[in-house]
């Protein structure tokens, strides 16, 4: 039997790129050395543009993404959604909006899309509107039936996540970053990828 050939591009912040991670590995480089790879070969392209809201993503994701994707490859687009767009005052509807651009124009070229949102930050102010954008950005993706990872609920309480954030200055560090990558390996990142789930 042929190897697979895949080729993932991962658009998004900083969070892509693991920055504040002493690793250097970030969620995306934890999660890409836990996917088994016998009987494939995977190539994976982050694409991070620190501080971007969904209307830069929107702008962009297609032109940087379409240039890694292969004819000859299973293309897929991982999408690491921030808070940014609370920063630059777009509303629920907007940033809606934007995902669904992206989604849509995923699906039209069958790229099959997996959606990992926003972490919590230590702000309750900030959190209470972040918990609205992950909700919304949830409802977009599902609705499409593209994959989604809520990140936000089971980590806004969670004390290891809050004390690696409150050690970085606010970003993500090494224990950080773990707990956001088995988060996506355990909701359905193997199952998008469909290949069997790492030991």
Not at 9 to 20: F, P, Q, R, T
Not at 120 to 130: G, I, V, Y
Not at 136 to 165: G, I, M
Not at 175 to 184: F, K
Request: aromatic share 8%.
């Amino acid at each position: 039997m042929e190897d697979r050939k895949l080729r993932i591009a991962a658009v998004g912040d900083e969070l892509i790129a693991g920055v504040g991670d002493p690793r250097a590995l970030g969620w995306l480089g934890r999660v890409l050395a836990r996917t088994p790879q016998e009987g494939m070969s995977l190539e994976a392209y982050p694409l991070p543009s620190p501080q971007e809201g969904t209307e830069a993503l929107a702008g962009r994701w297609l032109q940087e993404c379409g240039r890694r994707f292969g004819d000859f490859h299973e293309n897929r687009l991982v999408i690491g959604l921030s808070g940014r767009d609370i920063d630059f005052g777009l509303s629920t509807a907007r940033s809606r909006l934007n995902l669904a651009n992206i989604l849509d124009g995923a699906a039209q070229l069958s790229i099959p899309a997996f959606v990992v949102g926003p972490p919590p930050s230590l702000d309750p102010a900030l959190n209470k509107k972040l918990a609205d954008l992950n909700t919304a950005f949830a409802d977009v993706t599902t609705r499409r039936k593209h994959r989604y990872v809520d990140t936000f609920s089971p980590l806004q309480n969670h004390e290891q996540w809050r004390t690696d954030l409150a050690a970085n200055g606010g970003t993500p560090g090494q224990a950080g970053y773990g707990l956001m990558a088995w988060l996506v390996l355990h909701r359905g990142w193997y199952q998008w990828l469909n290949i069997p789930e790492a030991l």
